[in-house]
């Protein structure tokens, strides 16, 4: 016979030739010949040594373990004291009572919704986040869920968590702010056959996703072709110079244009704008001599128009001039300043003659 001593947290158990015989607690037990014994730490998972079937077939065993089954498509969250320690997949798994205060937590990932008791924390910890996927739509974005290629269910802003598995899970999402679109490099011909590049842009906003996603495929371009036709249509009839004349009536024609259009796609269209006018370089040249003509037409006038008042305002002074001869003396020493303005000095020579003429310029005749 043999004496062993089994210390506290510890349990034993016992075989002969291979063959389980007991289990055996804390304190001095003998072993008969041939019989062996296994020492395990109960604060550690339990281990089998031969098949766990046979083991358990002892009652006590039994009842000193806790006995884990995962299926095919679970997993089980295995918590020590409150903390997640690991994810347990398919198998059987074995745990000491007693000691360590065991929590598990089985979940069915078959399915793709998380219907378990599960804090967001722990789907986002390192061991669990391989056995799941999240999805974040934004408080600008609506989005539309298809489970296996099937359309289940339009989705508000939020954060949302499915298990992972052979399932086909597609989130399409859309932005519901207001966005541009670019109308660029449109070349069109006009009704007189004047080849003319427009640049224009669209703001508009997603009102409709089930519309847009799920009845349209491309929505962005749909709009961008409407608003191209629409372009077409309203150039198509008109000559360049009525074009000139109405491109102030573009807009509201474009917008009612699309109206249609852009509600079947589930979008409303908020405002259209005309960026450039690109003409060919053969209009623009004409375009710059018409224009050149034009600006000299308007100088000529403004000339003439300035001549005409200015021999106005002579032939109204010289009438004046005509009945006051005050006035006159006025106007001619006016005029002398003028001159004396441009002098530097004067020299007389002379007699007194000169001094007279000069004194009958500056004196009025009685």
């Known amino acids: 016979m043999k004496n062993i001593q089994i210390s506290a947290y510890q349990i034993g158990l016992v075989f002969k030739n291979g063959t389980y015989k007991k289990m055996l607690k804390e304190g001095k037990h003998w072993l008969w010949f041939g019989e062996k014994v296994v020492i395990y730490d109960v604060t550690k998972q ?46 059987r798994y074995t745990f000491w009572k007693g000691i360590v205060n065991y929590e598990f937590v089985k979940a069915d990932t078959s399915k793709i919704e998380i219907t378990e008791n599960i804090s ?17 739509v934004e408080s600008y974005e609506k989005a539309v869920l298809f489970i296996d290629g099937k359309y289940t269910q339009t989705l508000p802003s939020g954060v949302y ?16 702010r207001v966005q ?28 409709d996703i089930e519309k847009a996603l799920l009845q349209n495929k491309e929505y ?10 629409a372009l077409r249509e309203y150039i198509g009839v008109l000559t360049f110079d009525e074009l000139l004349e109405k491109k102030e009536t573009i ?5 009612q244009a699309v109206k249609a259009s852009a509600e079947n796609l589930g979008v409303a269209v908020s405002s259209f704008g005309i960026r450039d006018i ?24 403004i000339m003439r128009r300035e001549e005409t008042a200015s021999t106005r305002s002579l032939l109204n002074t010289a ?25 530097n000095s004067i020299s007389v020579n002379g007699n007194g003659m000169l001094i007279d003429q000069l004194k009958q310029i500056f004196v009025a005749q009685k």
């Open 180 to 207: 541009q679109i670019e109308i660029n490099g449109q070349e069109i011909l006009t009704k007189d056959k004047a080849a003319l590049r427009i640049n224009g842009y669209a703001q508009y906003k997603v009102m």
């Open 319 to 343: 009438k004046l001039m005509e009945d006051n001869q005050m006035l006159f003396k006025l106007k001619e020493m006016e005029y002398v300043e003028k001159i004396a303005d441009k002098i």
């Open 220 to 229: 962005e371009k749909q709009l961008y072709v409407a608003f191209q036709l």
């Open 251 to 255: 807009v509201p024609f474009i917008l």
């Open 161 to 176: 968590y499915w298990w992972k598995n052979s399932i086909a899970v597609i989130v399409g999402k859309v932005d519901t």
């Open 120 to 136: 967001r924390a722990t789907l986002l910890n390192k061991l669990v986040a391989p056995y799941v996927r999240f999805y974040a």
């Open 278 to 301: 690109i003409l060919p370089g053969d209009v623009k040249e004409i375009m710059n001599q018409v224009l050149v003509a034009e600006k000299k037409a308007q100088a000529n006038i």
């Open 46 to 91: 339990f281990i089998a040594p031969v098949e766990l079937n046979i083991l358990l077939q002892d009652k006590v065993l039994v009842e000193a373990l806790h006995v884990v089954e995962v299926s095919d498509n679970e997993i089980v969250l295995q918590y020590e004291n409150g903390l997640l320690k690991q994810v347990l997949t398919a198998g």
